[in-house]
């Protein structure tokens, strides 16, 4: 049954409600013998953790992972690595109102006319803390990942609308993770964070973008024709919770581009073929073609406000909703780092995928 | 292994090089009993056929398909439908000069790395000749959900820098199919048309987008949390040849929203549950919500242009390539129906897995 | 990645080593609705518990399983219901001696080479203690076909070569869970239990064989041509630890009969269709036809004796192996739960796929 | 949707009814660089053609394939091999008296009953005709394992009560396909010959058993723990029609042996770990462990027989049936090569799936 899983030999299936006694996952085909550092695993969590920061909610968890399998002597051993993380500060009495409710732009009525049921605390399954175990199986993700030197980093491009402006140098994980708003241009991340506390301030919420670079990508991934590595890079991206547009390299703006300026030159760098442009953000026909991979994605603002709304309940009568609970103002900094565990999960399955492409690997 | 096939339930897998004895496939999953047209597979077909108008490719293919199994007296029998379409129109001499070379931004470069050889006639398998098995798939998932009574239509939206204006009436295929351009604003479409002459005329290339909208669909399709109704939409759109962007409902504008403002409120009419606002592009949490969904595909100018592009050939030497064969100007007008194809094949998956939701149904 | 999981839609993913902190999986696919009796799964793992009589392994695990998600106020929601069972009684020390050498007819060497690395302690997960999760999984599965009428019995109908004769009455779960040895045919028991304890205490073991029925199975489940009933039965079965073999109806007995002697020929009774014999098995085209299915499954003696054998350890040299640690002197009373939670997943499975069939369902 | 194909990375997807245009399939996966001799995939189809010795059907199909795609200048480039097999001696006529009547044994009920709707000529799609795909594929997969210097033989080892004693030289090909009932033991060829013909003029059919042997397998083939190499491969033989037993190694003589007799130790032979014994069938834990794997087929006889049987029809009202059409007496000696197909398929897979184990390799 699809929905609970991503990924064809790299995989993570996840479980877990916001509300329940636990989250977790199976993440299988990370090969045997890669050394694994489980702190860095609690480091992405911890950058992912709701509370974290002035700017986010103040949900307070923990997020400590357990790891329950699939390592020994601090080695992956090949078999599905286990793992877990408690539902701690549950404070489920906040989501009472909300049992009958429809809140606007949520999954509640969408969820219940599916499956006649529901967990409505704190949204249960469809809550973005399903993410955290996307994180965890990322974690591992960009371990194997970094064996292959290949490298992800994500930061905030948009906040509302301030738009950082384009960098010419890369962007370094430090330089993303050293401010709450997670953009790595210092003065448009002021404004970002002072733009998200003024709105908070209103009860409302703002959407934004997040950007990512992969580098060190090999030649060769992606798998033809309709496993393109930019179609699985889209739909990772799009299950994320809130996400609303995806473009690669040039995206949109190649619509209205002409061939003659949009094409990628092929050159001969010292023995090395490259392209000299990269609006195809580092994937011709669906394969990776060494070059930077980059995308944007798009996040609505969060449904949650604090502000009164009309809605109707499960029986279709009118009822006015005002926003409880704890939220996040604007979701794309704690976005950043799941963006970089869907990314990592979808880079790592096709490096493994990519094994099997020829007679003689 | 991935690559071949799309969907879980209804399921093409395709094969077949551009200029190999034929391109074909299989649509797995159709329920037993589906009456099936055949001349509606043919017409869409026809519909992306090359050489059909003076602003497409003038290789002319007849692109007749043979269907070979799965249906009984004019009936689907539940058992997989395998089709064939022989490829006629050959001039592959016309790609002689290709064997060594890499066209930039074409797949030549990556399929060479990553299999180590490729056919390099037309493209091989990396050829949008591949998309005309989407569409046979498609046309039978469109019977499929109009039995379900859901509607699909898409439409070129903007070429270029003309964009068309937004209309205030729902698009009708046959607006849209009356003219070559397949854009319902006629005003819009002939300015279009001149621009891809003109443009064709230089010897270069356009970019466009193709919109699309589904009517009709039941609230409930989608399966959390990794393959979202989005999701899978989005895989399905960026799966297709030259497409860089994909975005649903309010897109990319969401990013720059405010939650006041997004939110579509809930409201009762005539005892039905429905949303007053349309910015959830019909999809809450992943599934449906009996909105209309409409989404945004962004193509690229096509890569083979006719004027000099400087490359290199597989030994690292710099050459000069001048495209020869006969290639589409701009490919929105031809995409169209694969986009339509592809949203029937997603939309039918979802249809027939949302038959498990609920413990009776 | 294969390996982990089984089922198309009723799935279970399973994780864990036998000496890790736990073994677990995750059951994907039950439909939204259905009560669950969490003391019934506990139960159905209580009788594939370690140490539970006086022909068994002494090795004690409370095998206390813990549901983390997926059911809300007693039902199912949908959504995949994970779970845990803590690894307790771990004497590890008792497999330091395993650390380099290879048991015969254990997945010592075939492992080791496989990965390059291996937890070795019990087994690590090529033990049969990962079957817990099977187990959980299969009954939930029973319950979701116990709401279909669909009933499941498996019992032990050979141990080494003592035979249990043909009963004319339809087995039960109280008369085979109502000794030891699972037998429901009394004095065969008797005779049983008595040949195990006498192989024991020769330090030896048996191998035997489980038969297994269930009945009210809807005429239609199966899904041709490769996933036959039958062959997914088959699957289930042969995946579990020690079986060598697998038989459905005649079985081996088909090979010398003759078409006029096994064709079942069908009878109308009482406006049914049904079949006068069943050398079927209750499976026709690998689609189930209403009649019971019924096969027995073949397993190997345990390999670990407690006698001396010869072997080689991981360099090649020549070893001495005495068995130590708590093991079963014959598997097939504790397998008995094992397969019949295969053959409720494999039924569960095609129920579900079976509502895919036809257009109006 | 599954039931249409085999394998996860070496796959096969078949369509096609036996009295329709066509039938065919998708070899997927297949790696790229492959020198394919589509001669020996001819031959192998001939092996399993109708009509080709006095003891099988009299159908006579020529059965040639056509490949469609995925070679180029003879040898594999990556992408799926599209195949077809034209449906030419069709006497459709010779079903009309089935279209309403339910055959004793076969899946007429079955399916009628499942999809509301067959093709009745032939038996549609559950006729063994389907498996000339099986044999396509498997001619593939076999050029694949044979790069590898994996050698596949199956013979017949038993037609009715009539068994071939056990060889103490390997079979070879050669000794299998030089006579028509495939068995190489001629003097006991001949009794089987002999005993079908007699059988035929009886009106009457037989059972039997199709033993195989895989040799030069490498260490390490099998996914743990619901994919064990055993359980795939037993799967691939019970998807075979009239299939209704599978034992692997020791088989069910297993359940009656003591551990002391079965395990099989290891020693070193020159350098190489290896078993004295093979009790195991190659196989230890799921996953081949260097040795001959070998296991064994159980046939039911054919159910069409030329003698009258009462049955019903799809109202259900009593009718008397006898046989017409043309139908092997004993399936055994045409289902040799379909068993090599199958378990050449499954090797194959397991040996890409096994590239994915470690993380260097």
């Known amino acids: 049954m699809p929905g609970n899983s991503f990924g064809e030999i790299f995989k993570i299936t996840s479980f877990g409600e916001s509300h329940g006694p636990a989250i977790g996952g199976i993440v299988e085909g990370c090969p045997a013998g890669l050394s694994l550092d489980t702190d860095f695993i609690q480091l992405m969590l911890d950058r992912r953790r709701p509370g974290q920061s002035s700017i986010t909610t103040q949900r307070k968890e923990e997020d400590t992972v357990e790891?329950?399998?699939g390592i020994f002597e601090g080695k992956t051993i090949?078999?599905?690595?286990?793992?877990?993380?408690?539902?701690?500060d549950v404070k489920s009495?906040?989501?009472?109102?909300l049992k009958e409710t429809y809140r606007p732009s949520h999954a509640d009525f969408t969820w219940q006319e599916k499956y006649g049921i529901r967990d409505y605390r704190g949204g249960g399954r469809s809550s973005a803390r399903e993410t955290a175990s996307r994180v965890v199986a990322g974690a591992v993700a960009m371990q194997l990942l970094k064996h292959y030197n290949v490298g992800i980093a994500a930061w905030v491009s948009a906040v509302?609308?301030?738009e950082?402006?384009?960098l010419h140098t890369p962007v370094t994980q430090e330089a993303v993770y050293n401010n709450d708003v997670r953009c790595p241009h210092p003065a448009t991340a002021a404004k970002m964070i002072s733009?998200?506390?003024?709105?908070?301030?209103?009860?409302?919420?703002?959407?934004?973008?997040?950007?990512?670079?992969?580098?060190?990508?090999?030649?060769?991934?992606?798998?033809?024709v309709f496993d393109k590595l930019n179609a699985s890079l889209g739909k990772a991206m799009l299950s994320i919770n809130a996400v609303k547009g995806f473009e690669i390299g040039s995206g949109f703006n190649a619509a209205s581009m002409r061939g003659s300026a949009h094409n990628d030159p092929f050159t001969n760098e010292k023995g090395k073929i490259k392209t000299i442009s990269n609006y195809s953000g580092g994937i011709q026909g669906g394969i990776s073609n060494g070059a930077e991979i980059y995308f944007r994605v798009a996040f609505k603002p969060v449904a949650t406000i604090m502000t009164e709304q009309e809605t109707v309940n499960s029986?279709?009568?009118?009822v006015t909703l005002k926003g409880k609970g704890r939220h996040d103002p604007c979701v794309v900094p704690r976005a950043v780092p799941i963006v970089e565990a869907m990314a990592a999960i979808t880079i790592a399955d096709f490096l493994l995928?990519?094994?099997?492409?020829k007679l003689n690997s």
Request: glycine share 16%; proline share 6%.
């Open 67 to 69: 790891l329950l399998s």
């Open 78 to 88: 090949g078999t599905p690595i286990g793992f877990l993380i408690r539902n701690k």
């Open 93 to 97: 009495n906040d989501y009472d109102h």
């Open 160 to 162: 509302g609308e301030i």
């Open 164 to 166: 950082m402006p384009e």
């Open 195 to 224: 733009l998200i506390k003024e709105i908070r301030s209103e009860g409302d919420t703002l959407g934004g973008v997040v950007s990512c670079s992969i580098t060190g990508v090999p030649v060769g991934l992606g798998e033809p």
């Open 315 to 318: 029986t279709g009568e009118a």
């Open 353 to 357: 995928l990519n094994r099997l492409s």
